[in-house]
């Protein structure tokens, strides 16, 4: 019931529950991994986040590269960022809502549209931002939220990947039950 209203909440397909923020990152690195979507394993990450952000990518092999601060929002530094991209060709761009602020979304999702590029946006710190007409959490391919006491809201522990990619969100929920296909539609169970 909670995935449910959270993706009317947020206007998404797909949340998918899972036993904290830092997993809901962990899960969506993976997700992507295993969806066969990415050109290498290099990955821009911004240098103002938090160590979930960052160790995931390095725990399943991704090259992470890290991109300068925005001093405005706290987000990526959009000239870095199109260097960096130039210079490294990533697969994947992470960026992070720190303290409520919204990265500049309508560049950042322009270059990722363009370039092939995935967005994973972890939004664990700005529930309820609005920024370009949209939630954070709604501009990324994947976006991850934290229900950790210290947060907006909590559940005490626990945090939500949401994304409106079918694939994706079949990816997670196998990988949130230890790669077990219970919590996927019958159809997919039986293939």
């Given at each position: 019931?909670?995935?449910?209203?959270?993706?009317?909440?947020?206007?998404?397909?797909?949340?998918?529950?899972?036993?904290?923020?830092?997993?809901?990152?962990?899960?969506?690195?993976?997700?992507?991994?295993?969806?066969?979507?990415?050109?290498?394993?290099?990955?821009?990450?911004?240098?103002?986040?938090?160590?979930?952000?960052?160790?995931?990518?390095?725990?399943?092999?991704?090259?992470?590269?890290?991109?300068d601060?925005?001093?405005?929002?706290?987000?990526?530094?959009?000239?870095?960022?199109e260097?960096?991209i130039?210079?490294?060709?990533?697969?994947?761009?992470?960026?992070?809502?720190?303290?409520?602020?919204?990265?500049?979304?309508d560049?950042?999702?322009e270059?990722?549209?363009?370039?092939?590029?995935?967005?994973?946006?972890?939004?664990?710190e700005?529930?309820?931002?609005?920024?370009?007409?949209?939630?954070?959490g709604?501009?990324?391919?994947?976006?991850?939220?934290?229900?950790?006491?210290?947060?907006?809201?909590?559940?005490?522990?626990?945090?939500?990947?949401?994304?409106?990619?079918?694939?994706?969100?079949?990816?997670?929920?196998?990988?949130?039950?230890?790669?077990?296909?219970?919590?996927?539609?019958?159809?997919?169970?039986?293939?």
């Amino acid at each position: 019931e909670f995935e449910k209203q959270w993706s009317e909440y947020l206007g998404v397909k797909h949340s998918i529950f899972v036993s904290s923020g830092s997993s809901a990152n962990l899960a969506s690195f993976y997700a992507v991994k295993l969806s066969n979507r990415l050109k290498n394993n290099k990955v821009i990450l911004p240098t103002v986040s938090w160590s979930t952000t960052v160790s995931p990518a390095i725990q399943l092999g991704f090259d992470p590269i890290l991109c300068d601060c925005n001093f405005d929002n706290l987000g990526l530094d959009i000239e870095h960022l199109e260097e960096l991209i130039d210079k490294h060709d990533p697969a994947m761009i992470v960026t992070v809502n720190v303290l409520g602020f919204a990265n500049n979304y309508d560049r950042i999702r322009e270059i990722c549209d363009d370039k092939g590029i995935v967005l994973l946006e972890d939004s664990c710190e700005s529930v309820g931002t609005v920024a370009y007409d949209k939630q954070t959490g709604c501009f990324g391919d994947l976006s991850t939220f934290s229900f950790f006491y210290g947060h907006h809201i909590s559940t005490i522990e626990g945090g939500m990947v949401c994304t409106n990619d079918d694939q994706l969100a079949m990816l997670l929920r196998s990988i949130r039950c230890h790669g077990w296909d219970r919590d996927l539609p019958d159809d997919s169970q039986k293939k």
